[in-house]
């Protein structure tokens, strides 16, 4: 008997507002912390002024999709499109950019899934109330997310409230606050955007009963360094507070007891409020989701002693020799993305879903507009590989396969030259150009891999 992916497995690709829409200064759009030079903590090599101009050019880019056979597109929400200040009055003209965008994506059959937040606090939050440190922030978000709800949930079946949200968890700073980072702020800033969450997922559990909510973050696998005991011991503990900890909350509604305990010895456990317990109980998901580029390992010898976890990363990180890596130092590693994927799917017994998965490369056309991209369709093939594997060996109940940045994008550092895309943008980062879309030769690979729900890999 053939395996075969389920009729309505999802294929796509994920990307976020400011690194694609521009047009910073039109619709009624208020300025975000990436436009802010001052708060732009992410780096701005290229501008976000225009991005690749997705907000004048979706319809070309739908085309694109519709064009690779893609029937899933998740996007995020530009907050302070819609809320230009953050909290404060709602700005009809950016919602309404958004209705036109889900109904061409309805109109060619793709399913389009809404992020809410993908790091971009308005900027007047940020500089008001120190971003998600404050529960003002919490309070706003959760209006922004009812905003968006009954606006879509008529129209939009999935749902993910924040991009890569254990990110919170080491790096304050993209999580939207911009107090000196300490372990105690981290972990506030950590629990009330949790708290968002929670809020939003059972708002939309509430009012629209068709659609599924998921829990994100960008998963940070790592290997022990060596065979030594201690090295395990650190590998396990790195995924139990930067990986579980958060599917445990979005599966299970509480902090785990490992977690807890941590938080407690080091004297930062943050301040819950009165219902933020019945909340975070309450807004069990329908689906987690993770981001995956590559592993790592980590090596315990290395840690200083009274190091905070969250800096036990930059002290202990180790290459694999053993597996290849990018020209940005991102090791390839498809069999990690199976062990996660059985991972999550033999622990927490929910539906699974990668929602950013792809290579960054440095590539420009040839002479004659050509782009031969076999790394990106051999790094795809790979994965899809594992995926399936995991799926028809390992009992995965696996939702889709989404690519990150399927038509190039500005990196999460501003930077046009680290390209995704099975489709070419012209412009680099200090030059605009056209923003013409080219074809890669990946795009005529990936056409024919979603055209056969993943059979034909060749």
Same mark, same amino acid.
């Given at each position: ?26 619709? *009624? ?25 997705? &907000? ?13 056979? %893609? ?11 819609? %809320? ?20 061409? $994506? ?12 993908? %790091? ?47 990110? %919170? ?6 999580? *939207? ?11 506030? !800033?950590? +629990? ?6 929670? @809020? ?54 509480? &902090? ?65 020799? $053993? ?36 290579? *960054?490369?440095? =590539? ?16 795809? @093939? =790979? +994965? ?15 939702? *889709? ?21 099975? !489709? ?35």
């Amino acid at each position: 008997m053939k395996r075969k992916l389920s009729n309505d497995f999802l294929w796509g690709t994920s990307v976020s507002s400011m690194q694609t829409e521009g047009a910073v200064n039109e619709g *009624g759009k208020g300025p975000s912390v990436y436009d802010d030079p001052e708060l732009c903590v992410r780096g701005k090599v290229s501008d976000w002024e225009v991005a690749t101009d997705d &907000y004048h050019r979706y319809d070309e880019d739908i085309e694109m999709m519709a064009a690779m056979h %893609f029937n899933c597109y998740r996007f995020s929400i530009s907050w302070s499109r819609v %809320f230009p200040n953050g909290d404060g009055e709602v700005n009809e003209e950016g919602l309404k950019f958004y209705d036109s965008l889900i109904h061409r $994506l309805k109109e060619k059959n793709i399913e389009p899934m809404i992020c809410l937040y993908h %790091f971009d606090m308005p900027a007047n939050l940020a500089r008001k109330y120190n971003g998600f440190a404050s529960r003002h922030v919490v309070d706003a978000f959760e209006k922004y997310g009812k905003t968006i709800i009954d606006r879509f949930k008529d129209q939009v079946k999935y749902w993910i409230t924040f991009n890569e949200q254990n990110i %919170f968890g080491w790096d304050v700073s993209i999580g *939207g606050c911009y107090l000196k980072q300490n372990e105690k702020i981290l972990y506030q !800033v950590n +629990h009330n955007s949790l708290v968002a969450h929670a @809020r939003v997922v059972n708002y939309l559990h509430q009012t629209a009963p068709k659609a599924v909510a998921g829990g994100m973050i960008a998963y940070r696998l790592f290997y022990p360094a060596t065979t030594l005991p201690k090295d395990q011991l650190m590998a396990q503990e790195m995924d139990e507070r930067l990986n579980q900890f958060y599917f445990e909350i979005f599966a299970h509604g509480k &902090y785990p007891k490992y977690m807890l305990q941590y938080l407690k010895n080091h004297r930062c456990l943050p301040k819950f409020e009165a219902n933020d317990e019945d909340d975070l109980l309450k807004a069990k998901v329908d689906f987690l989701s993770f981001s995956y580029y590559s592993s790592s390992t980590i090596s315990s010898n290395q840690i200083p002693p009274n190091v905070p976890f969250y800096k036990y990363e930059a002290y202990g990180k180790r290459d694999n020799s $053993l597996i290849g890596t990018t020209e940005w130092n991102w090791q390839i590693d498809p069999v990690g993305f199976r062990l996660i994927l059985v991972k999550l799917a033999n622990r927490y017994q929910l539906p699974v879903f990668p929602i950013e998965n792809g290579i *960054g490369v440095d =590539e420009q056309p040839d002479d004659t507009g050509y782009i031969s991209d076999p790394y990106r369709i051999n790094y795809h @093939r =790979e +994965h899809i590989e594992a995926m399936k594997k995991a799926i028809f060996e390992d009992g995965v109940k696996c939702m *889709g396969y989404l690519s990150w940045g399927g038509i190039d994008i500005l990196s999460s550092q501003g930077q046009m030259k680290k390209r995704y895309g099975f !489709v070419y943008v012209n412009r680099d980062d200090e030059e605009i150009r056209d923003l013409k879309r080219i074809p890669k030769e990946s795009f005529y690979w990936i056409q024919k891999v979603v055209q056969t729900n993943g059979e034909d890999l060749r």
